[in-house]
Each structure stands twice: as structure tokens, then as C-alpha cells.
Nanobody, 119 residues
Framework: VQLQASGGGLVRNGGSLRLSCAAS????????AAWYRQAPEKQRELVAE???????NYADSVKGRFTISRDIPKNTVYLQMDNLKPEDTAVYYC??????????????WGQGTLVTVSS
């Protein structure tokens, strides 16, 4: 199983970007998908998550500005980021708990995609 993230780039303060993360390989189901970010000299932090049952969770710093969504048939999760701020600048990583069969799941990470917000 592989996770392929895309959609990062340079945007001005107040702008928008949409990140995508597509899972490929032998996938039985995706139990949870999430986006994390890591800014320079800071720890990686959870940005948003969505579970198989549709539960949503957001970091307080992005509530009302970011939206996580998924396309189940495509095994793809998105992060719509609006009203971006310079403090959102970070490398964004997708993360997923994936079952390759009914009995067990494991965690996977995608490669990071850089989001830079200029002031």
C-alpha cells in the first residue's frame, strides 16, 4: 500500500489550496485518514482526521478554515484549505489506517507536500 500526496505550493495570505492523498495497492478498507503538518523546528501535529464512520476532528487552529473529505471508491482523502495564514506554512503529510484484509490494520504515511503561505 502506498499513499501519494499532492497539491502543495506557494499561496498568498488569505488564499486557498486543496491537498489530495490517494491510497493504492491491496486495500480492503480505510479505517481512518488524516492530515498532519510539521513546521520548521516544530513537532508534527494533527491537522484533521476522518474515520470510516464519518467522524471528523480538526485542530483548533484550523477549525472553520480547513475541510477534510474523502472519496471512498477512489481511496482518496482531501484537505481543502481556505483563508490560509503564514502560520499554516509547513510540510503536510497524509496518514491512514488501512486494512489489507478483515483481520488487521496498520498505519501508513505519505510523502510530505510543502505548503508555503506568504504574508
Amino acid at each position: 500500500v502506498q499513499l501519494q500526496a499532492s497539491g502543495g505550493g506557494l499561496v498568498r495570505n488569505g488564499g486557498s489550496l486543496r491537498l489530495s492523498c490517494a491510497a493504492s495497492g491491496n486495500i480492503f478498507s480505510v479505517d481512518r485518514a488524516a492530515w498532519y503538518r510539521q513546521a520548521p523546528e516544530k513537532q508534527r501535529e494533527l491537522v484533521a482526521e476522518i474515520t470510516k464512520g464519518g467522524y471528523l476532528n480538526y485542530a483548533d487552529s484550523v477549525k472553520g478554515r480547513f475541510t477534510i473529505s474523502r472519496d471512498i471508491p477512489k481511496n482518496t482523502v482531501y484537505l481543502q484549505m481556505d483563508n490560509l495564514k503564514p502560520e499554516d506554512t509547513a510540510v503536510y503529510y497524509c496518514n491512514a489506517e488501512i486494512r489489507r484484509d478483515y483481520y488487521s490494520s496498520r498505519e501508513y504515511w505519505g510523502q510530505g507536500t510543502l505548503v508555503t503561505v506568504s504574508s
